[in-house]
């Protein structure tokens, strides 16, 4: 069974600073790994999302890797601002067994905290 | 364009009744999904529509959750007998194909007393 964890579980910086957030799983058979953002009381808003035979994606000052044979993926935030501020998730679809429906499987999150 | 909506935002409702959620996804998208968040928890998977048809329902956790998407575009979320552990956000997310970026709603926050 697929499982996926994002450490630490919380995060302080100050304003500027570059910062990685982890995310790894158990099972390397994944279709595709997604980053989210959650703002308190929110949806979910997709930040980048990586095929399985990819090994980054960027998007502004975001840049997610996978590094699927380990079962890992970092989340890249270069000069962090206290708008980006939120809980991030990492989820991956796929696993050995399971049927090609894009079900995502969710670690419980990182919630950021940029200061000013 | 539009996002993903959906109605209530939030429900509260006493143990033992029915409760619809609503989920109007993306035009044009076919994928279709429903999770389950807890406070402090990521998202639990509960069903996945393939156009109208539900092709994985294997998140649902019991007979009392059913779900509908009779004519491939809006679903329906139906639970019976509510009980307060069914207390939750309740996520709809749609996308283009299975394989593709799932674009999330706003939830539906329920509340059972």
């Known amino acids: 069974k697929q499982e996926v964890t994002q450490i630490p579980a919380a995060l302080s910086v100050p304003e500027g600073e570059n910062l990685v957030l982890n995310c790894s799983f158990t099972?390397?058979?994944?279709?595709?790994l997604q980053w989210f953002r959650q703002d308190p009381g929110k949806g979910l808003t997709s930040l980048l999302l990586i095929q399985s035979s990819q090994r980054e994606q960027t998007s502004g000052r975001l840049n997610a890797s996978l590094d699927k044979s380990s079962g890992r993926s970092t989340l890249y935030i270069a000069a962090s601002q206290p708008g980006d501020s939120a809980t991030y998730l990492c989820a991956v679809s796929g696993g050995e067994g399971s049927s090609n429906t894009g079900k995502l499987i969710f670690g419980q999150g990182t919630t950021l905290q940029v200061k000013p | 364009g539009a996002g993903v909506s959906q109605t209530p935002s939030n429900k509260v409702t006493e143990k033992g009744k029915y409760v619809e959620l609503r989920c109007d996804p993306i035009s044009g998208h076919t994928a279709l999904y429903w999770y389950r968040q807890s406070l402090g928890q990521g998202p639990e998977f509960l069903i996945y529509f393939q156009g109208t048809g539900a092709a994985d329902d294997s998140g649902l956790p019991n007979d009392r959750f059913f779900a509908v998407r009779p004519e491939g575009s809006v679903s329906t979320l139906k639970i019976q007998r509510t009980e307060r552990g069914d207390s939750a956000v309740y996520l709809c997310a749609s996308s283009l194909t299975n394989r593709e970026t799932q674009y999330f709603g706003p939830g539906t926050r329920l509340l059972v007393l």
């Open positions: 099972d390397s058979a994944i279709y595709n």
